[in-house]
């Protein structure tokens, strides 16, 4: 319920405040398991994609925002998991691959903190990890609002979901997330200024 309600907040005031067009939502499988992974440029991107997406959005985020008792006890009741940001915890990898497996969607930001919109690289290897644990697909998804202002101009753009079964059988080594990650990463880069 909370979430809903969220959703539909955050919707009216992105459409309201800011021109706002969205591509490529046809990709979006109905149901299943699935990894929604998008860039990270500003504090709004959990929004954009959560209602970017018409299923709900478990994200993963990075404890230091649970710490203040209130928003922790909101942001658990919207559904996001506290995550450290350096080495996820097995709690953390355990509740996001039971999540992906029951066909829940699940957001991460793979690289962990805010970076410009031209830099997709630095990325974090827990999005591979949870994906080959769990087999489910990775959805790429390109936000990009230059300014960031009222008014101003935000794409969001959705890729095709990303098949991960070519790693199945794999041992999940470091080279192999590694190589998985710059994948999901590259994916996200070439929607970049595309309507795919």
């Known amino acids: 319920m909370l979430y809903t309600i969220a959703r539909i907040v955050f919707t009216i005031y992105f459409r309201l405040f800011y021109r706002l067009k969205i591509y490529g939502r046809e990709h979006l499988p109905s149901d299943g398991g699935l990894i929604v992974c998008a860039n990270h440029?500003?504090?709004?991107d959990a929004m954009l994609v959560g209602l970017t997406i018409k299923r709900k959005v478990y994200f993963v985020g990075k404890e230091e925002l649970f710490k203040n008792k209130l928003f922790g006890k909101v942001l658990i009741g919207l559904g996001a998991i506290p995550t450290n940001r350096s080495?996820?915890?097995?709690e953390t990898m355990r509740t996001s691959v039971n999540l992906l497996k029951e066909g829940n969607v699940l957001g991460i930001f793979a690289q962990g903190t805010r970076?410009?919109?031209?830099d997709i690289s630095s990325a974090k290897s827990g999005v591979s990890l949870f994906a080959l644990k769990a087999k489910v697909p990775v959805l790429p998804i390109f936000i990009s609002a230059p300014r960031f202002r009222i008014f101003s101009k935000i794409e969001v753009f959705v890729g095709k979901p990303l098949s991960l079964e070519k790693y199945e059988g794999l041992k999940l080594k470091t080279d192999v997330l590694e190589m998985v990650t710059e994948e999901i990463m590259q994916a996200i880069g070439s929607l970049k200024g595309g309507r795919d």
């Open 87 to 90: 080495k996820a915890s097995m």
């Open 115 to 118: 970076m410009s919109a031209d």
């Open 41 to 44: 440029i500003s504090g709004a």
